[in-house]
T-cell receptor
């Protein structure tokens, strides 16, 4: 069965510093990959997704992610975080071609921004 | 803008009650999903549906059922609510190119 691991439960970053959130997946073939963000009391907002092609994906709010097949990873990065980036971040996968299958989510990383 | 609407943001129900959580999408998507979200556990798939009147069990279907009588509406049913079903419930719909989530319903069972 496919699985997603986000090894960091909490991360604290100073405002203006760079950020990297880790995501590793276990799956037989390259799946479709997603990063979502959830602000307190809100639903999930899609930051970016990878289906195929260029392994560096640009998303909204200045985020990007890099797919590394050899490491089964899809890490999320931002060069300079803002206080408004404090939220819960979820990595998710689905079999390629999926849409009828449910997403499999990691357990999330809680991002705290220090002033 | 595409939308997935969950009818209630907050619900408080008593143990043993039958509870209906409603979800409506306006995107003509075939696929719809129900997840529950708990701290430290992420989102877990309860049920999904790929067509009207079709349903498939997800990872944690016990204690839940679903109904999809119309393409745009997917209901999650707690036949007899229990305190361990206190959680945030998220509905989603999808095509092959992506998923859209509702804002969630926070259910408290007392």
């Amino acid at each position: 069965a496919q699985s997603v691991t986000q090894p960091d439960i909490h991360i604290t970053v100073s405002e203006g510093a760079s950020l990297e959130l880790r995501c590793n997946y276990s799956y037989g073939a390259t799946p479709y990959l997603f990063w979502y963000v959830q602000s307190p009391g809100q639903g999930l907002q899609l930051l970016l997704k990878y289906f195929s092609g260029d392994t560096l994906v640009q998303g909204i709010k200045g985020f990007e992610a890099e797919f590394k097949r050899s490491q089964s990873s899809f890490n999320l990065r931002k060069p300079s975080v803002h206080w408004s980036d404090a939220a819960e971040y979820f990595c998710a996968v689905v079999p390629s071609g999926g849409g009828a299958d449910g997403l499999t989510f990691g357990k999330g990383t809680h991002l705290i921004i220090q002033p | 803008d595409v939308k997935v609407t969950q009818s209630s943001r907050y619900l408080v129900k008593r143990t043993g009650e039958k509870v209906f959580l409603e979800c409506v999408q306006d995107m003509d998507h075939e696929n719809m999903f129900w997840y529950r979200q708990d701290p430290g556990l992420g989102l877990r798939l309860i049920y999904f549906s790929y067509d009207v009147k079709m349903k498939e069990k997800g990872d944690i279907p016990e204690g839940y059922s679903v109904s999809r009588e119309k393409k745009e509406r997917f209901s999650l049913i707690l036949e007899s609510a229990s305190t361990n079903q206190t959680s945030m419930y998220l509905c989603a719909s999808s095509t092959v190119r992506g998923y859209t989530f509702g804002s969630g319903t926070r259910l408290t069972v007392v």
